[in-house]
């Protein structure tokens, strides 16, 4: 049974709750999302599994999930990215913030979201029970496609990217 950590507004540590049940009652929860750029500033984006148990088959930043009781979250980010990108790459944490997003199927993401970016350019060896693709695309690129098939990515990739856009702007000026 996968556990979530419960936080309140300030991440601070509530208790913990079974992942299901806390995106059934939308309770505020510990995540990250890792974004991960390439030497020509690309994002690597996934397109999640069509099997996952929300949004499958959208395209979002490179990984996310939820740390487990007691993980620290930078061990947690990169175990994931692990898990589902078939890679590593040092990892830093960019920023927070906190979001909600309902799901037609009665769950709701609400997370405090702890955002790491890094950079790669080797192997990638999806894992095909998580991602069903992956590509690297322009900060531009994605900016448009998100205005052109906003459908097509998760809703937490709509508020997560212009914050971590503005952030690689002012971090990694070229």
Excluded at 62 to 69: A, E, G, K, L, Q
Aim: with cysteine; hydrophobic share 40%.
């Amino acid at each position: 049974m996968e556990q979530v950590i419960l936080v309140n507004e300030q991440d601070e540590v509530l208790g913990v709750m079974e992942k299901m049940e806390a995106h059934e009652k939308a309770l505020l929860h510990r995540a990250f999302s890792v974004f991960v750029f390439n030497e020509k500033h690309e994002l690597l984006l996934q397109k999640r599994a069509i099997t996952k148990y929300h949004s499958g088959g959208l395209w979002t930043n490179t990984c996310c999930s939820h740390p487990r009781p007691g993980e620290p979250i930078e061990l947690a980010a990169a175990r994931r990215l692990k898990e589902e990108m078939g890679f590593t790459t040092d990892l830093s944490k960019a920023f927070s913030f906190t979001y909600s997003a309902a799901f037609s199927n009665g769950l709701t993401e609400h997370e405090f979201d702890h955002v790491f970016t890094g950079r790669y350019h080797g192997d990638i060896h999806i894992n095909r029970e998580e991602v069903e693709t992956y590509a690297f695309r322009s900060l531009q690129e994605i900016a448009s496609l998100l205005e052109q098939e906003p459908e097509s990515f998760t809703a937490w990739f709509h508020i997560a990217f212009p914050k971590v856009r503005d952030w690689y702007l002012v971090n990694h000026k070229s």
